[in-house]
């Protein structure tokens, strides 16, 4: 069973910054890509960052600059710095997970239970 579990959220005002972590736990053999997305009320689930296992980065356009994902490999953990956060980022973000369960396992994508975050104006 895997688990993905997130921390960080929280109340802020705007011009503030928070910092969400998501580790995930259980029976993994390997995680590709991991990510976050957000989802406000009334709004689709959006990508927000992702990043893959190598490294490698996107965004959405409406946090470059302000937003930093990382990922931290021997503890199967992915952060995402918020910086200079805008009412306009006020949702429920959610970590994902791309990984395999086994070395013969297709891949599947895990999903955390979401953490609140809320920027005052």
């Known amino acids: 069973q895997v688990q993905l579990v997130e921390s960080g959220g929280g109340l802020v005002q705007a011009g503030g910054s928070l910092r969400l972590s998501c580790a995930a736990s259980?029976?993994?053999?390997?995680?590709?890509?991991m990510g976050w997305y957000r989802q406000a009320p009334g709004k689709q689930r959006e990508l927000v960052a992702a990043?893959?296992?190598?490294?490698?980065?996107n965004y959405a356009d409406s946090v470059k600059g302000r937003f930093t994902i990382s990922r931290d490999n021997a503890k199967n953990t992915v952060y995402l710095q918020m910086n200079s956060l805008k009412p306009d980022d006020t949702a429920v973000y959610y970590c994902?997970?791309?990984?395999?369960?086994?070395?013969?396992?297709?891949?599947?994508?895990?999903w955390g239970q979401g953490t609140q975050v809320t920027v005052s104006s």
């Open positions: 994902n997970a791309g990984l395999m369960v086994g070395p013969m396992t297709p891949g599947a994508d895990y």
């Open positions: 259980g029976s993994i053999f390997s995680i590709a890509a």
């Open positions: 990043i893959t296992s190598g490294g490698s980065t």
